[in-house]
């Protein structure tokens, strides 16, 4: 049989496993919502003042805190952000100058007042707004175009835009330990943390948790998505709550990772990025943002701590990736990520598509055949360890451990922030490789790996940047060569996947000359200058090389190279 | 101190370190002294002593793992690196998330591909060559995970001379434990969180032993072996650095600390490897000799090997190695490096 379409899409539809919204904990979180923000607020007042116990940190805290804010205002202003921005600060600014001369017995109040005035206006600013009216809607809407453009554009006859012969399902292609995590979301809390490579991520992935019967998940979504209108009312209705990268101080981080901190403890399933950002460079992220992250493992202790009867509510890390043949600002994202390489400088978040571009960006993705894969990996407990059906933790000898252990110390359950860093940072190194495992490899990501690397091994004496230099016209790969050299990393990457150490797709299992053709047909295929062409000898060539160098990074990371 | 930190602590393995190391935990705590085999144990507890050491009151010797394990929430595994992985498999069904593993060997662990050994591999990388603490997260569920290391012979321990050591781990609270511990007024403890880098430190000094071993059966003095100290000591870092370590560890009680000893202690097998390679002797007829495998030798091709990997330029284990396993002498060894062109003193700082 040939291989070179997908193997048949067993992706079904799941019933859902909570059926009313109203049982679902995104909705009591949002019902709730002034308490739930009042109860962060409290939370993260305390956590700061023990981390600045003395007046004099506390006060330097709120003035430098003032100071970035003011800063920001002048330097990097949104569209998202509040009218009142620019006096709030001011005003803050102003009760605070002189403060620290003052005598601290009359004064003792007014930090703590402003220090309230401040986290209570974070934790509003970070706070969701899911409503089910407006989720019902989105989702109903989002179905609706999706498969009327799929339909209209596929089956080329006339009235074919009403049928329903294609849905998304035969768009996206959710694999992966589907079951188990359905298994996991009615046992515990799920924390997914998918890579980030686009965008169209959050909204691909809000898709995903609805089409495999999970209640909508509350998300970490960068404050910049919702400068775009059409965004900021997809991820509102979604559960949404914000996080803005701009804002470094330590209230506000203090305050956002309490925020998911409480919300995970309330049993809220939860969504965050822990690159942080897009991956600038196309590499599967490498090193993860810590922060949101160790509110997961501290959740879980909390739980273990707070919980005095029966089962203690388990939290369950479950990574994803998300596998494209194209990524729309890919040429942007590499071009952001070659400037700063090697120079550690501030980077400007800026979106130059608004929601016209989306909406072309969506129908040039319905119209031509570009297949998305979504991985769903295995679950972790918060130690990163694998999970069985049942929630329970195992050694890598299958035998069951109990996660509480991790905790205790001297036979209870302390509070230990070292610990705990440490605990996050050998989680986020599971997170990472457990990406690499699930990643599911294109035939486009192995012809742009492939082609690149060749070119590189070509010039042996450049360096990335002269080699990205060369003008495109010298660069020519003859087609036996190249053919020869796909067949043996191929066989390298089969090789790879028997060891548990990545994933491909089925097509990549076809005849050679097909797979190539299908890699190069698909690899960036909405890019104005495509990153592989064949020419009119039936060699190799490129039109963007820096673009090339975007999507073959996607494949580095498994010591590929030695077989190019 | 409540009811719960009077928990008794556990050694493993009955060596002359590990009875060294049982007798100062003693001072604070009741320690089981496990070793592997049951007469041993009643040896040990007839004759109260191990390896000519009088055993502290507070030592209680023990063949049964599962009940120090059960019993000491804080082990201390003291076996040499070639049984390590071993003992880890045999303790860690009764290991629990809560433990905490603070070990005292040096070596490296090695797993080979079916097919190859350590003589015939040409290269060798991080995936194969193993530190002790990495070998007890693969083997078991404990991560709090420490290590003790520094010029530590157990002889002078034993006779209560002034010394000191690294507990090194990623957890402060491992390290702190560790101090608790083992401090008293004759046993100095540093702290170090790189633990990597000072479990190599501790690993890659044998191979500047055996060098120094060498110089002094070719009769050479002091200045000789200084130079062979600081010299060796950079190497050190080379190699640690490439292997996963980081600068500061070297420059430590654990990294110098341990060198210096180790250079200047003719009774050890590594520095008599050496002695007697300068002396002319095939290094087959001086292993036959020894009862036990000199560290250093291993060492020697292992980091060879991961210099050659990792591309680090490491002139010292290399010319050992042609010494020891490629028939170069000792002169030539030597001449070679007192030729040798780039004479860059420090260029890692």
Known sequence: MELLEEKKNKNRKYEPILHGIPDWPVYQLSKNRKEFVELVTRNAIERIKMLRPTRKQLIDELEATAYREQNRIKRNRWRVDPKDDSRFWSNIKNELVGLSAKDPETTSAVEDALLEKIVSRYANEIAGNFKPNSYRFTREVVKFWFQRLLNGARVKKFGAFFRNQYTLRDKIHVVGKVKMLRALAKKGTVVMVPTHFSNLDSILIGWVIHSVGLPAFIYGAGLNLFNIKIFAYFMNSLGAYKVDRRKKNLPYLETLKMYSNQAIQKGAHSLFFPGGTRSRSGLIEKQLKLGLLSTAIEAQRNLYQQTTEGEVRKIFVVPVTLNYNFVLEAPDLIEDYLQVKGKDRYLPEEDKYGSMELIRFMFKFFTKGSNISVSIGPGLDVMGNYVDDEGNSLDPQGRVIDTRGYFISNGSITDDKQREDEYTRMLSQRIVSEYHRINRVFASHLAAFVAFEMWQKKHPKLDLFSLLRLPEEELELDYTEYRDTFKRVRKKLYELKDAGKVNHATHLKGKVDQVIKLGIENVGIFHLKRPLLKNKKGNIITKDLTVLYYYHNRLVGYELEQYI | ?349
Do not use: W
């Not at chain 2, 797993?111 to 070998?135: A, C, F």
């Not at chain 2, 130079?227 to 370590?245: F, K, Q, W």
């Not at chain 2, 070297?250 to 250079?263: E, H, M, Q, R, W």
């Open chain 2, 1 to 349: 101190m409540s009811s719960t930190s009077e928990k008794p602590v556990g050694v493993i393995g009955a060596g002359n370190f590990g009875t060294v190391i049982a007798n100062i935990l003693a001072i604070n705590r009741k320690v089981f002294l496990y070793t592997r085999d049951e007469q041993t144990a009643a040896r040990i507890k007839s004759e109260n002593q191990n390896k000519g050491y009088a055993l502290h009151p507070n030592v209680e010797p023990t063949h049964d793992l599962q009940q120090v394990a059960t019993q000491c929430d804080v082990l201390f595994p003291m076996v040499p690196s070639s049984h390590f992985r071993e003992m880890m498999r045999q303790l860690s069904p009764y290991l629990q998330p809560y433990h905490i593993l603070i070990h005292g060997t040096k070596g490296f662990d090695i797993t080979l591909p079916d097919g190859q050994s350590l003589e015939n591999i040409t290269r060798l990388t991080r995936q194969q060559v193993k530190t002790m603490s990495e070998v007890i997260q693969e083997e078991s569920v404990v991560v709090r995970v420490g290590c003790l290391a520094g010029p530590n012979l157990a002889k002078e321990l034993a006779q209560r001379q002034p010394g000191a050591t690294v507990v090194a781990s990623h957890f402060n609270e491992v390290i702190q434990l560790g101090k608790r511990l083992l401090r008293n007024d004759r046993f100095q403890v540093y702290e170090n969180n790189d633990i990597v880098g000072v479990e190599i430190a501790g690993v890659l000094k044998n191979i500047i032993a055996i060098a120094s071993g060498a110089l002094s059966g070719l009769g050479y003095g002091e200045n000789a072996k200084g130079l062979l100290i600081s010299r060796g000591a950079v190497e050190m870092v080379y190699l640690g650095r490439a292997l996963g370590g980081d600068l500061k560890a070297f420059l430590g009680v654990a990294g110098i600390g341990d060198l210096v000893t180790t250079c200047n202690s003719p009774m050890s097998r590594n520095f008599t490897v050496g002695y007697r390679l300068a002396k002319g002797e095939k290094l087959p007829d001086i292993l036959a000799d020894m009862t036990e495998v000199a560290e250093g030798v291993n060492t020697v091709r292992i980091a060879k090997k991961c210099a050659d990997h990792y591309k680090v330029r490491a002139l010292i284990t290399d010319r050992l190695y042609k010494v020891l396993f490629e028939g170069m002498t000792v002169e030539e060894a030597l001449e070679f490096l007192m030729r040798y062109p780039l004479n860059v003193d420090i260029d890692f700082i």
